[in-house]
């Protein structure tokens, strides 16, 4: 199964990855709003989730806010090792068991890294970013919207298995709340042309703070 070959997958490209992707949010002023926004709310450390070459994170993190530390999580060690170049930290985890202890965030970013969750996977994994999110905490996650799944047997042109699950808003916003979490934003976009060409999905949303 190619969920079971995500993580080679992603070492066989990051490099690939990375020179595509790296300079994306300069085509994407409405991810650029919602990063600076959130940048202006999280508390520190900030968690990325799913990081990549870690390009999404280190773009928080100078934003002129110095005291956020970001950390990156990511399946692939390849990925994991472009990450420290730009974040103040980057570790091999699952999103599915985050190595942290309750509480330990007052952030947390997941962009277009949901979409490697199989469908029933998608609320355990948002519950275990409730968990180490200190209360009053943020989290800033987007999706491709649709239906159902897509296979494909080539990557950035390499010949090598990804899978990734499509979502519908409601279906986070329904997620994100059954998870504990206060939805703050929700939201569709249609695609920049620079991008394929998928609806992106947006949803921010935050810990409640503890009761007085």
Do not use: N
Not at 59 to 83: E, I, K, N, Q, W
Not at 181 to 193: A, F, G, I, M, N
């Amino acid at each position: 199964m190619s969920w079971d070959h995500l993580r080679s997958t992603y070492d066989a490209v990051a490099a690939k990855y990375e020179a595509r992707f790296v300079d994306e949010l300069r085509s994407k002023p409405r991810d650029r709003e919602l990063l600076e926004a959130f940048a202006l709310s999280a508390g520190d450390p900030i968690a990325e989730i799913g990081c990549g070459p870690g390009h999404i994170g280190a773009f928080v993190r100078h934003l002129g806010r110095p005291d956020h530390r970001v950390v990156g999580v990511d399946l692939s060690p390849a990925m994991v090792g472009l990450a420290t170049k730009r974040l103040d930290a980057a570790l091999v985890a699952d999103m599915r068991s985050l190595p942290f202890a309750a509480d330990t965030f007052g952030g947390m970013l997941a962009f277009y890294s949901l979409i490697h969750l199989r469908r029933a996977e998608l609320e355990p994994a948002l519950r275990g970013f409730f968990r180490v999110l200190r209360p009053g905490g943020r989290v800033l996650f987007t999706a491709h919207e649709g239906d159902g799944e897509l296979e494909r047997d080539t990557f950035l042109d390499e010949p090598v298995p990804v899978v990734a699950t499509l979502f519908t808003v409601d279906e986070l916003v329904d997620g994100s709340r059954r998870a504990g979490l206060d939805v703050l934003v929700s939201e569709r976009r249609q695609p920049y042309t620079t991008e394929g060409a998928t609806v992106r999905l947006y949803v921010e949303a935050k810990k409640p703070e503890i009761a007085s």
